[in-house]
Nanobody, 127 residues
């Protein structure tokens, strides 16, 4: 059974940093694309970043480019989202999810392309 568990959220001041973790079980993260999404109160869930299977492609939504970095540790079967220079607009529940497509090197940020979701971790950026 494929499962994902997010951790690492918390309260941070603007300009601060957090590293989110997405621990996988039931599959090997190197073989599947993984995406990070976030949902702010009253807003739709949006794609933030993704990393393809096979260690190839990564993508970021424009609002986080240059501030967030997605990476994968195959030994720990975990995908990370390093978030720096955080802004209040980054506040929300962050989820990781498994990409449906098994195409190697493919990575998309469309929510309907993902089918296994974690429970989410809250990130609050506030002074």
């Amino acid at each position: 059974q494929l499962q994902l568990v997010e951790s690492g959220g918390g309260l941070v001041q603007p300009g601060g940093s957090l590293r989110l973790s997405c621990a996988a079980s039931g599959f090997t993260v190197d073989f599947l694309g993984i995406g990070w999404f976030r949902q702010a109160p009253g807003k739709e869930r949006e794609g933030v970043s993704c990393i393809s299977s096979g260690g190839g492609a990564t993508h970021y939504v424009d609002s986080v480019k240059g501030r967030f970095t997605i990476s994968r540790d195959n030994a720990k079967n975990t995908v990370y989202l390093q978030m720096s220079n955080l802004e209040p607009e980054d506040t929300g529940v962050y989820y990781c999810a498994v990409l449906r497509s098994r195409v190697v090197g493919l990575c998309v940020l469309a929510r309907n392309e993902y089918y296994v979701w974690g429970q989410g971790t809250q990130v609050t950026v506030s002074s």
